[in-house]
Every structure is written in C-alpha cells, then in structure tokens.
C-alpha cells in the first residue's frame, strides 16, 4: 500500500486518550479489487507523542458495537437467536483481501448474519469460516472457562422464553433461579455450545 500525506497539522492535539500529541493525516490507497465494491480508502491519524506529555489521562467509546460468535451451521444459530427475539438485520458472504487484513488469516471466505435486539441497542454479529479450515471448540466448556463464556439477555417472561428455546433443541445449563427480589436468571445453552443468560427483572 502507498501512503500519501494530505496534511501534517501544525499544532499540537489532544488525542482521545487524552495524550497529547502531534496529528497526521494520512490516506491509504490499495488495489481496487482489495476493496469491496462502494468502498472508499480509508483515512488513519498518525500521532506523535510530544515530549513531557506521555501520561494518559482516560479512554473513551462511544458504545459497545456488537459481539461476535463464530458458529459451524450459520442458519441453526440464526434460527435460534430469531427465536430469542433478535431480529435479523441482514446477511450475505464476505471475503477479499480487505478481510483477510483485518482478521490476520488468509483466504478467508465467510458467511455473516447480524441480529438485532428489539431495543435496537445490542448486535450480534455470527460468522460461518468456510476458509480457512480451523478445528472446532470446545462446546461443552463449563461457565468457568476462561474467556468470552456467555451473553445476556433482559427478557419479560422468563419461563415461557426457557420454553420456547426449549423448544428449538436448547438446554438449561443450571437451574432457573432467583437473585432477591430483584431477578429470576437462567443459563441456557443453545447450538454451537453458545451459553445465554436469561434475565426477567421483577422488583
């Protein structure tokens, strides 16, 4: 990739770290079949940290843009998430060099379906990997196991959503329970050994 300098600020910036640092802004150009069709080249602010100002002060993000699940049938864990309640937002294949980049592997041919929680506030992002070929997961991992182990979802009737998932193949992990008076909370284990956390708010 080629890089050209549009312009090199000539004072000093705040970056969003709070560190303060000298901006410039750079474009990068690729290869058009490196992009997917519409897409512009992107623009990337290269920083200089200037002397005596290293010390971060904070961090901030604007939210949190969704969670990704990487699943082996694509449409069994679609199915099930629709039937939680989320609404499929769209779907389709992805692949190109661009990916490949930004995922660090090669060859990557995938199928991805986002869903929507009815609030409109949380994604989910699952990915089918057709390429490369990677050997399967763990799917009876404990709740203990380190890593990303479950995702969580408010609902209104706790039971009839257990039944419903029920339903469609999914297991109670533990037992339906209750935290005061405040929840009734459930781990619910659905395809690909992805565990959901059930929450109905009662106090």
């Excluded at 969580?152 to 039971?159: K, P």
């Excluded at 935290?179 to 781990?187: A, G, K, M």
């Amino acid at each position: 990739m080629q890089a050209n300098i549009f312009s090199d600020a000539q004072t000093s910036a705040r970056c969003c770290c709070g560190v303060r640092a000298r901006v410039i802004d750079i474009a990068f150009f690729g290869l058009e079949e490196d992009f997917p069709a519409g897409a512009r080249p992107f623009r990337r602010l290269a920083l200089w940290l200037e002397p005596g100002f290293d010390t971060i002060e904070h961090m901030t993000i604007q939210w949190m843009e969704h969670v990704g699940i990487v699943v082996d049938d694509l449409a069994a864990a679609t199915e099930f998430f629709v039937e939680l309640g989320l609404e499929l937002q769209g779907e389709g294949p992805v692949e190109g060099c661009w990916v490949d980049r930004i995922v660090g592997l090669d060859g990557v041919r995938a199928e991805i379906a986002f869903l929507q929680t009815p609030d409109g506030h949380g994604r989910l992002e699952l990915t089918k990997f057709h390429t490369p070929s990677t050997q399967g997961g763990n799917r009876h991992a404990l709740a203990n196991t380190p890593g990303i182990r479950h995702v969580a979802f408010a609902v209104e009737d706790i039971d009839a959503v257990v039944a419903g998932l029920r339903a469609c193949g999914a297991e109670l992990v533990g037992e339906l329970g209750r935290h005061e008076d405040s929840y009734r909370l459930c781990y619910v284990r659905g395809p690909e050994g992805i565990i959901i956390e059930l929450a109905e708010h009662i106090g």
